[in-house]
């Protein structure tokens, strides 16, 4: 059984393997999205918070999904020029996962099972699910897709 993040590798949007290990000691934001959305201008709201801590030792990984009203349909280029032209994010955009179902990414089935949802509900329901995780690796807290980004700057900055 997985301790933290740290015992999982994901995909990049480039197709290279990245092991979380390489998170350490950074607080770590990680979100589903979805490209034709009505909470992708979250996007934005990422961007903001990125900036504003990366240099404290904060990252955000961004797994587009295309499971909630097939609302993610480009691949990982499309993905990533539509974020930079609408969004000009900076934080690591990865590789289309699946968060519900069979195929559930690995990472997921770990963050599910760690942060519950509204009544104990693991099941991750839209886009922009966003979860918090502490500099040991540990998920502290399930945000529902409603979250701004901006109102977890209390949360990120208590594990900062």
């Avoid at 504003?52 to 295309?66: D, R, S």
């Avoid at 990414?105 to 886009?127: D, H, P």
Wanted: net charge positive; aromatic share 12%.
């Amino acid at each position: 059984m997985s301790q933290s993040i740290y015992d999982f590798q994901v995909i990049d949007n480039k197709k290279h393997t990245v092991p979380l290990s390489q998170y350490k000691d950074k607080v770590v934001l990680i979100v589903n999205t979805a490209s034709a959305c009505g909470f992708t201008p979250q996007y934005a709201g990422l961007e903001t918070l990125y900036k504003q801590y990366k240099e404290q030792g904060f990252e955000i990984l961004a797994f587009p999904c295309n499971q909630f009203g097939q609302q993610e349909k480009g691949d990982n280029e499309q993905i990533q020029q539509f974020c930079d032209l609408n969004f000009n994010i900076s934080f690591s955009l990865m590789d289309k996962v699946e968060v519900n179902g069979e195929n559930t990414a690995e990472l997921y089935q770990y963050l599910k099972s760690q942060a519950k949802g509204i009544l104990g509900t693991k099941r991750i329901k839209w886009n922009f699910t966003k979860f918090l995780v502490n500099r040991q690796g540990q998920v502290v807290k399930r945000y529902a897709p409603t979250a701004k980004p901006e109102s977890l700057c209390a949360d990120i900055e208590k594990l900062l």
